[in-house]
């Protein structure tokens, strides 16, 4: 089993930038980064995503974390490689994946909603495990079932999380999140992404007591 340890942050989030074109990657990523987030997903149901990763990975600097989500199959994976991410998120846990993902040195992390399913991920090797969807569980179902995890796993919540609610679940002392819609929706401009991310990490900071 090879679990590739989730890089030091300021801010452990994800942005999901489902639905980005290629010829928005550059400004919307950068503005991201700009912004102060260093965790960028692309789904890989936007349109043609391994090229914006591939924008995205050559722009970021190197404390940037860049990769692909909705990654379902090992080739998925390799084509993720060759494109210079070296993020995998998955929604769901297919230790075939999560194996052939770490093995080419990316942090890895598949989604979960079960005991059963945190397990499995957790043995495969995963750096971390995103609870989806965090509505339904909420913060006392992750809780209840990251007490039976090994230590050392990354714990975010993703899926109706967003800057309003962020206390919700840092009190319960889950600090990491993915954010899609409310970071950025299709369409957006890059100043409206910049601003979206601002008043983001700024609630972020209110929550953790920053």
């Keep these: 089993m090879t679990r590739i340890p989730f ?5 452990p989030l994800i942005a999901i930038l489902r639905g980005l074109k290629p010829e928005e990657a ?11 987030l260093t965790a960028i ?28 989500g909705t990654v379902l199959t090992v080739e998925d994976v390799a084509r993720l490689d060759d494109a210079g991410g ?32 945190a397990l499995l991920a957790a043995r495969a090797g995963a750096t971390g495990l995103k609870f989806f969807p965090a509505s339904a569980l909420g913060a006392s179902g992750i809780t209840a079932i990251r007490a ?21 679940y840092t009190t319960a002392g889950i600090l990491a999140f993915g954010l899609g819609t409310s970071l950025y929706k299709p369409g957006m401009s890059a100043a409206e992404v910049s601003e979206r991310a601002r008043l983001t990490l700024a609630a972020y900071d209110a929550a953790i007591g920053s």
């Design 7 to 11: 890089p030091e942050m300021k801010y």
């Design 26 to 36: 550059e400004p919307v990523v950068g503005a991201l980064i700009e912004a102060g």
């Design 41 to 68: 997903e692309i789904p890989l149901n936007s349109p043609d995503p391994f090229r914006s990763i591939e924008t995205a990975a050559r722009i970021a600097p190197k404390n940037c974390l860049i990769g692909a």
């Design 86 to 117: 070296r993020l995998m998120v998955s929604p769901n846990v297919d230790t075939d994946v999560i194996t052939e993902a770490s093995a080419r040195g990316m942090v890895t992390m598949p989604g979960v909603f079960t005991a059963t399913e």
């Design 148 to 168: 039976i995890l090994p230590t050392g796993l990354l714990i975010a919540a993703v899926g109706g999380v967003s800057d309003r609610n962020f206390r919700d």
